[in-house]
Nanobody, 123 residues
Framework: QVQVVESGGGLVRSGGSLRLSCTVS????????MGWLRQAPGEDREGVAA???????TYVNSVKGRFTISQDNAKKMLYLQMNSLKPEDTAMYYC?????????????????WGQGTQVTVSS
């Protein structure tokens, strides 16, 4: 059984930082691309960042230069360092494992999702 669990969300002021963490069990972590996606109220789910086993990364334009995705394959952990946070970054953030090793921010590519962790950025 695949389990994906996020942590690290919270309330932060505009310009602040947060680090999200994700643990994965029940699948060969290194064989799949991993990603962070988010969903704001009334909006579609949006891919934020993704990474593969080789460290190749991709980001949605709105977070480039501010967010950094990383992983620890040995620990089966995924991270998202979020700096210079803006109110428009407010959303539920999800960690997810893709169906393949292809790095993508396309939400349709992800099969295994956590329950999400809320990130709220106040102005």
């Amino acid at each position: 059984q695949v389990q994906v669990v996020e942590s690290g969300g919270g309330l932060v002021r505009s310009g602040g930082s947060l680090r999200l963490s994700c643990t994965v069990s029940g699948l060969p972590f290194a064989d799949y691309a991993m990603g962070w996606l988010r969903q704001a109220p009334g909006e579609d789910r949006e891919g934020v960042a993704a990474i593969d086993n080789y460290g190749t990364t991709t980001y949605v334009n709105s977070v480039k230069g501010r967010f950094t995705i990383s992983q620890d394959n040995a620990k089966k952990m995924l991270y998202l360092q979020m700096n210079s946070l803006k109110p428009e970054d407010t959303a539920m953030y999800y960690c997810a494992a893709a169906l393949s090793c292809v790095v993508t921010t396309d939400a349709l590519a992800y099969a295994y999702w956590g329950q999400g962790t809320q990130v709220t950025v106040s102005s």
